[in-house]
């Protein structure tokens, strides 16, 4: 009986392979109509507008800090603003003393670098509540800039390669602040925010990377326990961490899609409307996008890295000019193993939604948000003289009875 039902199955796969080598075989429709190849429709619908666009100060995950020059020539600087883990003891008295410890993390390009900068440690002004869009991973949105208040340090000029780890004394009225609103309780705390605060940049020539791992505040505080009062001496972590970004000059210019994680680059893309009834079945929407490899890219660079930097996101039903939560990403893939500067989405579900509901097509176009990245891309535009390079959608349909 097993090798009977193995043999049987065995045959259906064969014929079922057969089936899918010849180019000729129908296909059926939801009805199980007939649809054969002479009946599908392919239509190429190259990119109607291209809109570049950012805002002044974005808000990105990870701990960068120093000024640098993007392949596009605009210099990029770069804050960072950390939240540490909050105090959670009760029956607290007084604040003694508060200290940072803190060093950067050297990746292997930057180890032999001897380019520095100079920065102070600042307390903000005005700290986001935990729930705020300002410090989740996830968020598309542009965000309000931080207010930076006091200088909480003397200045410091460091190799960007030094990962010595520096200890600097907070002043007492910083500890003191954190213990005061501790004393209010837990959301209290969660709205002040009293454990955040920034490296500001005053000059430099490259960019740190600030460890996460490896930087804590140290506070030394007395509570009372049911019998005495006792000394208490703790490290926090880093609980929170982005980093605000400028650039100089903010504009692009519009001869192609620029794309770059750490400053906010993105890009609308519109496609003209097909003229295509809710009657149409579509049987696949790609779209396809080629980078200018001259622009930031190393051929010689390792695949790994070609993989991981290369990777780009399309945000779709996003037709308002602002950045809706509610966003849906699609990956995009290579072309082809050969074609790692050729990307492709696969936007059929969406198409056909939007065919049903008599709307256009805009996309929002952004790169995968890499922490401590400023790799940029170039992708050709609509009015590229290869017609190859443009932006362009591939629909293949049909039309339903």
Same mark, same amino acid.
């Given at each position: ?114 380019? &520095?900068? =100079?920065? +102070?440690?600042? #307390?903000?002004?005005? !700290?986001?509540?935990?729930? %705020? /869009?300002?410090?989740?991973?996830? @968020? ?120 770059? &994680?750490? =400053?906010? +680059?993105?890009? #609308?893309?519109?496609? !003209?409307?097909?003229?295509? %009834? /809710?009657?149409?079945?579509?049987? @696949? ?117």
């Amino acid at each position: 009986m097993n090798l009977t039902r193995f043999l049987f199955s065995l045959l259906a796969l064969c014929l079922f392979l057969s089936a899918c080598g010849d180019e000729n075989v129908d296909l059926i429709t939801d009805n199980r109509d007939f649809i054969s190849p002479n009946e599908i429709q392919i239509d190429t619908l190259f990119l109607d507008e291209g809109t570049n666009f950012r805002n002044d100060f974005v808000n990105t995950r990870g701990a960068l800090l120093g000024r640098t020059t993007l392949a596009d020539g605009r210099e990029f600087r770069a804050t960072t603003i950390l939240r540490f883990v909050p105090v959670t003891d009760t029956g607290l008295v007084r604040a003694l003393s508060a200290r940072l410890r803190f060093r950067f993390f050297v990746d292997a390009r930057a180890k032999s670098s001897t380019k &520095s900068i =100079t920065f +102070d440690i600042r #307390r903000v002004e005005n !700290p986001p509540r935990w729930d %705020s /869009t300002q410090w989740r991973a996830d @968020s598309v949105f542009s965000r309000t800039p931080f207010t930076f208040a006091e200088s909480l340090s003397p200045s410091f000029t460091m190799l960007v390669s030094d990962t010595t780890e520096r200890v600097i004394d907070l002043p007492f009225a910083f500890a003191e602040r954190i213990i005061e609103s501790a004393k209010r309780g837990s959301s209290f705390l969660r709205d002040t925010a009293a454990t955040t605060i920034a490296f500001v940049l005053s000059t430099g020539d490259s960019i740190a990377n600030i460890s996460l791992t490896r930087t804590q505040l140290e506070l030394t505080y007395d509570k009372r326990t049911p019998t005495t009062v006792e000394r208490v001496n703790q490290f926090f972590d880093v609980l929170e961490s982005v980093y605000t970004v400028q650039t100089t000059p903010d504009a692009l210019p519009n001869d192609a899609l620029y794309l770059a &994680s750490s =400053t906010g +680059d993105w890009a #609308r893309l519109k496609f !003209p409307r097909l003229q295509l %009834s /809710t009657r149409t079945q579509l049987i @696949s929407a790609n779209l396809i996008l080629v980078r200018d490899t001259l622009f930031s890219f190393s051929p010689d660079t390792a695949r790994t890295t070609i993989d991981q930097e290369n990777q780009l996101v399309i945000i779709v039903d996003t037709l308002q000019p602002g950045i809706s939560s509610g966003y849906r990403p699609i990956p995009f893939g290579y072309v082809g193993e050969r074609d790692i500067h050729r990307y492709r989405a696969n936007l059929t579900e969406t198409y056909q939604r939007a065919i049903a509901r008599g709307e256009p097509i805009e996309f929002l176009l952004r790169p995968l948000l890499l922490q401590g990245s400023t790799v940029a891309f170039r992708i050709y535009g609509k009015d590229d003289p290869v017609p190859e390079r443009r932006p362009r959608l591939i629909l293949s349909y049909f039309r339903t009875q």
